[in-house]
């Protein structure tokens, strides 16, 4: 059995719906499809998801909502009209958003999830009205029958008994068409994934039917070894293990929610990135292992907006319990963290400048100079992390010699170093202003000539 999700491009117009029904309709093990909402149909175009944003907040402001229903409401109406359903499906759509515009407003967040989760709910109603209108069997299953989610006030994840709950789609008959990017509370109460979410509920689908296969369909043919949008023409990555992908999270693999390697990686599910809109090229495996040929380096990826905390303090190397009162302090504050690359007598958190504010960098400079004593503390902000992965880096001599070189020929100071332990991975903080042009270098120097 295959479990395939198709995206926010795939479904957005009627003519990409059609698409779907193609690709599904050619292999008969494709019986467990996850959809997200219509998403863009041309650059300036605006999500579903986006447009139920816009009217939840209309709704909780108390302002006229009418407006933002009804522009939800005629993008089904155009999909619907454009697939040939008769209008009952948008009645029905827009019975649902104004159902759903009345609900409990006590809590926000959840207000707003359980209108964000619209986009995706009806349009897997309708893609499996579609589906049967055509005659193809399908059936659509509610994330109610089993997808349980924790409880506030952690970010949603899928429990355990999730998996056991949906094991029983293993058997249908007809093709299952389920929306992704929410779940269920034990108590009934809707909560969403985070933006990109469908992906994570096609995984956990893969991962309870134990499926041969997950395949994740997009807008791109593959996942590049860089980014596209600042290296010219990278090289397509065929196949790429789980762990290079998770280390390869930041900006230009977005491709994939990295939180959705999680499900099908415990299981050992391959996943297959592919284009609807090209779905014979062969797309990118994401598999367990992979015999490491060719170039050391798999991918280059980058992101901006990181901060860090550096503490220095005289001794620190014999102190037990430094390190854990430094990250209580941020625990305190509900900070995550990256990166803790450390000296003798100095230690670096690297996190991302989110999640920081005027007043919790005063606080949290204030507790480790007081309750530490540390001799030195600063936070400092505009840093990017550029990471180097590959599976073949571990048996390689002098990778890191040749990458920091090329960085210094941008003229760009290497303010971090660190290599992630299973030496998969090699991260390099740098003042983001330098982050594009040594993206480009790195990509030189490991791409653009096979040197192994
Ligand atoms: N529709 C949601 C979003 O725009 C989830 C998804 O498409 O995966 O983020």
């Known amino acids: 059995m295959i479990v395939c999700k198709f995206g926010g491009t795939s479904v957005a117009s009627a003519e990409q719906i059609q698409k ?44 006229d909502i009418e407006g933002e229903l009804q522009i939800v409401v005629h993008r089904f109406k155009a999909i619907a009209d454009g697939l040939a359903l008769d209008h009952t499906i948008c009645d029905v759509i827009a019975e649902d958003l104004r159902e759903r515009v009345q609900g409990d407003k006590s809590n926000e967040e959840l207000f707003i999830d359980s209108i964000k989760a619209a986009g995706e709910d009806n349009n897997a109603k309708l893609i499996a009205t579609y589906f049967n209108s055509i005659g193809m069997p399908a059936r659509y299953v509610s994330p109610k029958d089993g997808l349980v989610v924790n409880d506030l006030p952690e970010r949603t994840y899928a429990l355990p008994e999730a998996y056991a709950n949906l ?63 600042v290296v010219n023409d990278p090289v397509e990555i065929k196949e790429i293990t789980y762990r290079e992908m998770r280390e390869l999270s930041y900006a230009g693999f977005s491709v994939f929610h990295d939180e959705a390697l999680m ?10 990135i592919k284009n609807t809109n090209n779905p014979s090229a062969p797309g990118t495996r994401i598999v367990p292992r992979r015999s490491v040929t060719g170039r050391p380096v798999t991918g280059i990826s980058a992101d901006s907006g990181f901060s860090t905390l550096y503490v220095s303090k005289y001794l620190m190397n014999r102190e037990v319990g430094f390190g854990r009162k430094l990250l209580q302090i941020l625990e305190d504050e509900n900070i995550s963290y990256e990166h803790t690359p450390s000296g003798l007598d100095d230690i670096s958190v690297i996190m991302r400048s989110n999640q920081i504010t005027l007043e919790n960098e005063e606080r949290i400079l204030s507790r480790v100079k007081n309750e530490l004593n540390a001799d030195d503390v600063q936070m400092r902000h505009g840093f990017s992390m550029i990471v180097i992965v590959g599976e073949g880096m571990r048996n390689n001599t002098g990778l890191a010699a040749r990458a920091a070189t090329a960085i210094s020929k941008t003229g760009a100071n290497i303010e971090m ?21 040594i993206l480009q270098a790195l990509y030189e120097e490991f791409f653009a000539h096979v040197r192994v």
């Open 417 to 437: 170093i660190n290599q992630g332990s299973s030496e998969v991975s090699l991260v390099f903080g740098v003042l983001q202003e330098f982050e594009n042009q």
């Open 20 to 63: 779907v029904a193609n690709i599904v309709k050619s292999n008969p093990a494709r019986k467990i499809v996850a959809v997200s909402a219509p998403g863009k149909r041309s650059g300036d175009d605006i999500k579903v998801t986006d447009l139920l944003i816009n009217l939840a907040m209309a709704a909780l402001k108390n302002e």
């Open 263 to 272: 499900p099908v990686y415990k299981i050992g599910v391959p996943v297959n």
């Open 167 to 229: 094991a029983h789609l293993k058997c249908t008959k007809e093709i299952i068409v389920f929306p992704g990017f929410f779940g269920y509370t034990k108590a009934g109460i809707l909560r969403t994934f985070d933006r990109g979410g469908s992906d994570i509920t096609g995984s956990i689908l893969a991962a309870a039917v134990e499926a041969e296969l997950y395949e994740n369909f997009t807008d791109v043919d593959c996942v590049f070894s860089a980014n596209p949008k």
